[in-house]
């Protein structure tokens, strides 16, 4: 630009001089050919011709000086404004680092994008080194040479793809350009425009990084992967391929499909080409060839893929072999177990967990329902329900997720059949992969029948054990009732109170009978409850005008038959001698009774604060009669008795518990 600012300057001002200078001298001839020869002296105060053609050129150059003056002020102007132009758009541009800089390597230009790539701002690179700047150590005397290199020769060096530095030290791939400029005044500047190469260089390697995965993918599938044009031509295929079938990848890539598929024919490969194209996959068994002459299944998925213009077809061939094996050993322990289950007598059914379908029933089965129910429900074709059973355990368990991993047996009554059925339910996985739930049933009609006898059997039984208890306790009162008239016949303070013993000793057993006649278990009573209410009955008999009381801690202990009938007379004559000896000179008195369980024995203590035991008193030989059937009663409930006197008399009694006839726990 500069040196045609300079040619357009040379021409305008030689051509307005060379026509100031051609006047001149046609001025010049014309005063020759009309004027006399001019004398040799002058007028003082006037201008020769020569002098005024002088001074015409002279102020004719002055005025062309003065245009070209103006014209080379815009021409400047204009440059100026296009070199602001160029920088702004200079240091605009992204993604692109444009350094200028001097021969010796020191930066004279430095735009945005440069302190982007590289770090340094305009202000830390203008001034600086360039190759201190961005150019690895490696890299720098050679780059030096040929920054000397440009600037003396003026040839820039070839583009080409660079590693260099960034501030922090890290690389920075760039693809680098060069130019060598001339300025006006003769200054060499060279340029470098590096285009920053890292989203590309990152992307690559995400590019390599994911060919790596899906090589290693294809190479290690379990599956054989096949490649093939819409004639069934290998075009590829992966290792899995080579070991299922035994040819080498060479020899597959010079196969077709029909050459390893055994099932397959020219028409039927045809006709599958024309159905992939629409349905775009599929996914059927087959056969492929081994290389040794053998077959082996497979389950094969094929996918249609189009890639530009071209078609081609992706299979996937998993080797079933082992699958196919272990189904025949399932059907065959199917058939087997359906067998069994054939010949067992309980009616077995299997029904899916979450649809309640009926998957199985064995032929007890079908015999009790008189039909094959499977493929329908089970609350449907076993209840006659058009909703899951009221007490089905399937529903909560499968809504919680809880499903019970031991058997639940029930029993109930088939609405169907009318028969009754003991069910013995248990979760698991059917061989298909779905959770069931199998369930045996065994017929218990006959059981729930014989039950039905025996339940109104025992009920007459009941009936009639509590009729005989209600005679037994009527006739002993009726013996009470003639003692107690005995006894006002008689007179003899001594025989009236032997009467009185013997109506407690009949009142004790009576109180037994009435509790069995009042209870639904005949084979024995509870010794809390025969306490409480026998007790405060011979208190109140017995103590007469005095004030005695009684405390009873007696826990609940069940008592046999044969138990009850000892105990109760033991207690009668403990609790009768205490009021009527313990108390007999004092107004007032306790009595304490307590009964509990002791290591397996049934321990009873009877004390009362009154005079203590007489002289000379021996269990060992007794010489009441009260006593004597102590002793002797207690031996029968092949207890003991014991006596002692801390503040008054405590007699204590313990033997061993005895349940419906079986002896001590």
């Not at 006739?475 to 001594?494: E, M």
Request: contains cysteine; negative net charge.
């Amino acid at each position: 630009m500069a040196d045609k600012n300079r040619t357009h300057l040379s021409e305008g001002i030689l051509l307005p001089v060379s026509a100031g200078l051609c006047l001149c001298a046609v001025f010049s001839e014309a005063q020759a050919q009309i004027a006399p020869a001019p004398t040799p002296t002058h007028l003082e105060g006037s201008w020769p011709p020569e002098a005024l053609a002088l001074a015409g050129l002279l102020l004719l150059a002055g005025a062309i000086l003065l245009v070209m003056l103006l014209r080379t002020r815009r021409a400047v102007a204009k440059l100026r404004i296009s070199e602001e132009r160029y920088r702004t758009l200079m240091d605009q541009v992204e993604a692109v680092s444009i350094q200028g800089y001097s021969s010796d390597g020191t930066v004279s230009y430095w735009n945005d994008s440069s302190e982007t790539i590289y770090g340094h701002t305009r202000e830390e690179a203008l001034g600086k080194n360039l190759v201190d700047l961005i150019i690895p150590p490696h890299m720098r005397e050679e780059v030096r040479k040929a920054i000397r290199q440009m600037g003396e020769t003026g040839q820039p060096l070839p583009a080409s793809e660079l590693i260099l530095k960034h501030k922090d030290g890290s690389d920075v791939p760039v693809f680098s350009t060069h130019s060598v400029v001339t300025t006006a005044d003769g200054e060499t500047v060279q340029f470098c425009l590096d285009v920053d190469l890292s989203a590309l260089k990152d992307a690559e390697k995400a590019l390599r990084a994911s060919e790596e995965r899906f090589r290693l993918l294809v190479e290690n599938a379990g599956d054989a992967i096949y490649l093939t044009d819409m004639r069934g031509r290998f075009l590829e295929v992966n290792p899995e391929a080579e070991r299922q079938t035994g040819f080498s990848r060479e020899e597959l890539l010079g196969m077709n499909m029909m050459d390893l598929d055994v099932t397959q024919s020219p028409e039927a490969l045809a006709a599958f080409a024309c159905s992939i194209s629409s349905e775009r996959r599929a996914c059927f068994e087959t056969r492929h060839r081994r290389k040794d002459g053998g077959s082996f299944p497979v389950d094969l998925r094929v996918v249609f893929l189009e890639v530009g213009t071209h078609k081609y077809l992706l299979g996937l061939a998993r080797d079933i072999t082992t699958r196919k094996r272990d189904e025949e050993l399932v059907t065959e322990a199917n058939k087997t177990l359906a067998a069994i289950l054939d010949g067992l007598s309980a009616a077995v059914n299997v029904v899916d967990i979450e649809t309640h379908e009926i998957l199985f029933m064995n032929k007890a089965m079908k015999e009790t329902f008189r039909r094959d129910c499977t493929g329908e429900t089970c609350y449907r074709s076993f209840r006659e329900r058009e909703a899951v059973c009221d007490n089905c355990w399937i529903p909560g368990a499968t809504l919680s997720g809880n499903l019970p991993d031991e058997i639940v047996v029930w029993e109930d009554m088939n609405p169907v059949t009318g028969l009754w059925g003991l069910n013995h339910d248990k979760a698991l996985r059917w061989i298909d992969g779905r959770m069931v739930r199998v369930q045996v049933t065994i017929d218990i009609t006959e059981r729930k029948r014989a039950e039905d006898r025996m339940e109104a059997s025992l009920h007459e039984k009941e009936i009639l054990l509590r009729e005989i208890h209600h005679r037994v306790k009527n006739n002993l009162q009726i013996i009470s009732s003639l003692l107690s008239l005995q006894k006002q016949a008689v007179l003899n303070p001594t025989a009236q109170s032997v009467l009185d013993e013997s109506r407690g000793r009949i009142a004790s057993m009576a109180m037994i009978h009435e509790q069995l006649y009042l209870s639904r278990d005949f084979s024995g009573l509870n010794l809390g409850e025969y306490l409480g209410q026998f007790l405060p009955r011979l208190v109140s008999a017995c103590r007469g005008h005095r004030n005695i009381s009684l405390v009873l801690n007696a826990a609940d202990i069940p008592l046999s038959l044969e138990q009850a009938i000892p105990f109760g007379l033991i207690l009668n004559e403990l609790a009768t001698n205490a009021i009527k000896h313990g108390f007999r000179n004092r107004e007032r008195g306790t009595l304490r009774v307590s009964a509990s369980l002791d290591d397996g024995e049934v321990l009873v203590e009877v004390e009362d604060d009154g005079e203590g035991l007489p002289p000379g008193m021996n269990l060992a030989a007794p010489e009441t009669l009260g006593l004597q059937l102590v002793v002797s009663l207690a031996e029968q409930l092949k207890g003991s008795v014991s006596v002692d006197s801390p503040n008054g008399v405590r007699f204590r009694l313990r033997f061993p518990v005895i349940r419906n006839g079986l002896g001590p726990d």
